[in-house]
């Protein structure tokens, strides 16, 4: 089992920027392939960025691409994101997820075995 916990969501305006970062207690986060997604209310859960177990690789989604960071630090067990030039449609529920699968599916919704709560994260125009 994994226990994930978000933090770092919060209110900024446009073109700020957050840090969200997601702790992870119970099996050693390196074991997983990790990935932060986003809701809106009355819409699907999206992708917005994957890590591979080593931190070598990354994936973004294209409306993403450019302005955020994923990152891990396995010794401290915690994946970050970093969001920059951030614009009113980021607003969101963020949330990290970790899955055992191949990194190949790692943008799939359905590929993560592991859910935080979610953080949330307002930006205003």
């Known amino acids: 089992q994994v226990q994930l916990v978000e933090s770092g969501g919060g209110l900024v305006q446009a073109g700020g920027s957050l840090r969200l970062s997601c702790a992870a207690s119970?099996?050693?986060?390196?074991?997983?392939?990790m990935g932060w997604f986003r809701q809106v209310p009355g819409k699907e859960r999206e992708f917005v960025a994957t890590?591979?177990?080593?931190?070598?690789?990354?994936k973004y989604a294209d409306s993403v691409k450019g302005r955020f960071t994923i990152s891990r630090d396995n010794a401290k067990n915690t994946v970050y994101l970093q969001m920059n030039s951030l614009k009113p449609e980021d607003t969101a529920v963020y949330y990290c997820?970790?899955?055992?699968?191949?990194?190949?599916?790692?943008?799939?919704?359905?590929?993560?075995?592991?859910w935080g709560q979610g953080t949330q994260v307002t930006v205003s125009s």
């Open positions: 890590i591979n177990r080593s931190g070598g690789i990354t």
């Open positions: 119970g099996r050693t986060l390196s074991t997983y392939a």
């Open positions: 997820g970790a899955s055992a699968r191949l990194f190949i599916d790692s943008a799939l919704l359905d590929a993560y075995n592991y």
